[in-house]
């Protein structure tokens, strides 16, 4: 018990102390990241090449590179690409001629995501949890502080936290029960 209530007290610190990320109480932080979503084509920042005889789509340019790289289509073939430079209609007309007929180009935009299934009382857990699982996310995964929202009980059980006095049951039964 007695290592409990110095975890309380040292968590009590950290919760008074953190910077709160101009977030309202009662705050938690998860882990903000970015991922690649469908936009319509004017708010697109990159494009996917979808290549529905594999099921499976590809960052454009990657794949055009790739193709130049390691293709083992015909040199008349990579002539034609190499000729086709930035235009991305031409381009995705080549995919359907020489890699698959029904290849779609989708226009794309990176939007901001809250990783699933992270929850955290401290900022610096939340540091901690993105340096040690770093494989899981992206180089821009970052902490993001939220507000549990009318969420009464989180309130008040981070209040608590917060503010009650842990030295106050030193010599109570509680307390000596640990001791012995």
Same mark, same amino acid.
């Given at each position: 018990?007695?290592?409990?209530?110095?975890?309380?007290?040292?968590?009590?610190?950290?919760?008074?102390?953190?910077?709160?990320?101009?977030?309202?109480?009662?705050?938690?932080?998860?882990?903000?990241?970015?991922?690649?979503?469908?936009?319509?084509?004017?708010?697109?920042?990159?494009?996917?090449?979808?290549?529905?005889? %594999?099921?499976?789509?590809?960052?454009?340019?990657?794949?055009?590179?790739?193709? =130049?790289?390691?293709?083992?289509?015909? =040199?008349?073939?990579?002539?034609?690409?190499?000729?086709?430079?930035?235009?991305?209609?031409?381009?995705?007309?080549? !995919?359907?001629?020489?890699?698959? =007929?029904?290849?779609?180009?989708?226009?794309?935009?990176?939007?901001?995501? %809250?990783?699933?299934?992270?929850?955290?009382?401290?900022?610096?857990?939340?540091?901690?949890?993105? $340096?040690?699982?770093?494989?899981?996310? @992206?180089?821009?995964?970052?902490?993001?502080?939220?507000?549990?929202?009318?969420?009464?009980?989180?309130?008040?059980?981070?209040? !608590?936290?917060? @503010?009650?006095?842990?030295?106050?049951?030193?010599? @109570?039964?509680?307390? $000596?029960?640990?001791?012995?």
């Amino acid at each position: 018990m007695n290592q409990d209530i110095q975890f309380l007290k040292e968590l009590q610190n950290e919760l008074k102390t953190q910077d709160h990320d101009s977030q309202a109480a009662p705050r938690f932080w998860t882990v903000g990241d970015y991922e690649w979503a469908e936009a319509r084509e004017e708010n697109a920042e990159r494009y996917s090449v979808y290549l529905p005889y %594999i099921a499976e789509s590809y960052v454009f340019d990657d794949y055009l590179e790739e193709i =130049k790289e390691d293709s083992k289509l015909s =040199k008349e073939s990579l002539t034609e690409l190499q000729e086709i430079e930035d235009d991305y209609d031409n381009a995705i007309e080549w !995919i359907q001629k020489y890699i698959d =007929k029904e290849a779609e180009l989708i226009p794309e935009r990176k939007v901001h995501i %809250i990783q699933p299934n992270t929850m955290f009382l401290t900022k610096a857990e939340a540091k901690s949890h993105i $340096k040690l699982n770093k494989h899981h996310y @992206t180089s821009d995964a970052h902490t993001y502080a939220m507000t549990a929202w009318r969420a009464p009980k989180v309130e008040r059980l981070l209040k !608590i936290l917060e @503010t009650f006095d842990w030295d106050s049951i030193k010599g @109570t039964q509680l307390y $000596k029960e640990e001791v012995k």
